[in-house]
């Protein structure tokens, strides 16, 4: 599986918007329906927005749901971040687990289209 490498296809430092995380969408599907996996390399990168973590965990959703997979694992590789709380509370509310993965990768799983149960916020 060939990472997604982000600065290569956004061509900005910081990524802040929902618009920067949905051009994205065309080599996210391609890896999750081929592989069942992404893995998003953010090097090069300096920050990222949780509406940019949000929107690419709504694409991956989406993804998800497209290819028939019940789970997907995805690798955020070289983060210009630690994983906080508020990344953590995002992907509850995507039905994902968060965990830290060395120095600086997320690891990603359990993707579910909406929230992982009802009423959950």
């Known amino acids: 599986m060939r990472p997604v490498e982000v600065f290569k296809h956004l061509q900005r ?14 080599e996210i ?3 999750i329906k081929a592989d069942g996996q992404v893995v998003l390399d ?11 973590v949000d929107e690419i965990l709504g694409i991956i959703d989406d ?28 992907g509850k509310r995507h039905g994902a687990k968060m965990s830290q993965s060395g120095a600086d990768a997320w690891e990603i799983t359990n ?9 959950v916020e």
């Open 13 to 26: 430092k910081i990524l802040v918007t929902r618009g920067s995380a949905a051009a994205l969408r065309p």
């Open 29 to 31: 599907d391609a890896s």
């Open 42 to 52: 953010f090097t090069g990168i300096d920050a990222v927005t949780p509406s940019f």
């Open 63 to 90: 993804a998800r749901a497209d290819s028939s997979r019940r789970e997907l694992r995805v690798i955020f590789r070289h983060t210009p971040t630690s994983l906080s709380e508020k990344f953590v509370a995002i």
């Open 111 to 119: 993707v579910t289209a909406g929230p992982a149960s009802p009423g």
